[in-house]
């Protein structure tokens, strides 16, 4: 059974940096891309970015380009993101998500997500 | 215009079918797209349900009834969500999500009212 769970989510200032991990297990994690989506309180939900299997492609939606940084640790079975110069847009319950189909890097299971808030 | 297009919100009752759109943007042909659906109820996260490119190309999610299914509707450019035998569980946000130059975007989302 796939297993996501965030962590690194917290209160900080616009303009200051935080970093997300996600742990997974019970799938075997090298072999799938993987996703970072983010919901605002009340809002749909958001595609952040996301990392091929072997970390060689990265995608990102517009709004966090530059800004945000996805990396991947096969080794540790562990997602990242590094998201520095932040906004209170970037507000949100943030979702690891893996692709558990192998043709597709569709977000398919999903963490429970961990809070990120940005407010002065 | 947004990429995807879903109406805010629907109502059926328990028992009917309910049909969900996720229209694509003029300019933006439905046919060579897979659409993926995904439910949300309160307080938790999105769970897959299926995608739909045609009847050659879907996929069901794990553990998905069958009584949820995809279609298209090639004259109003959309994908579908059917429904069927709805139940009161059912009652969700759902999203429409596609892979659109180098990016994945979803559907702002329909609520779904069971009553």
């Known amino acids: 059974e796939v297993q996501l769970v965030e962590s690194g989510g917290g209160l900080v200032q616009p303009g200051e940096s935080l970093r997300l991990s996600c742990a997974a297990s019970g799938f075997t994690f090298s072999n799938y891309w993987m996703s970072w989506v983010r919901q605002a309180p009340g809002k749909g939900l958001e595609w952040v970015g996301n990392?091929?299997?072997?970390?060689?492609?990265?995608y990102y939606v517009d709004s966090v380009k530059g800004r945000f940084t996805i990396s991947r640790d096969n080794a540790k079975n562990s997602l990242y993101m590094q998201m520095n110069s932040l906004r209170a847009e970037d507000t949100a319950v943030y979702f690891c998500?893996?692709?558990?189909?192998?043709?597709?890097?569709?977000?398919?299971?999903w963490g429970q997500g961990t809070l990120v808030t940005v407010s002065s | 215009q947004a990429v995807l297009t879903q109406p805010s919100s629907l109502s059926a009752s328990p028992g009917a079918s309910a049909s969900l759109t996720c229209t694509l943007r003029s300019g933006i042909n439905v046919g060579p797209y897979r659409i993926y659906w995904y439910q949300q109820k309160p307080g938790s996260p999105p769970q897959y349900l299926l995608r739909y490119k045609s009847d050659s190309d879907k996929q069901q999610g794990s553990g998905v009834p069958s009584r949820f299914s995809g279609s298209k509707d090639a004259s109003a450019n959309a994908g579908i969500l059917l429904i069927s035998g709805l139940q009161s569980e059912d009652e969700a946000d759902y999203y429409c999500l596609i892979w659109h130059s180098s990016a994945w975007v979803f559907g702002g989302g329909t609520k779904l009212t069971v009553l």
């Open positions: 998500a893996s692709s558990d189909l192998s043709d597709t890097s569709a977000p398919i299971g």
């Open positions: 990392i091929k299997e072997d970390g060689g492609e990265k």
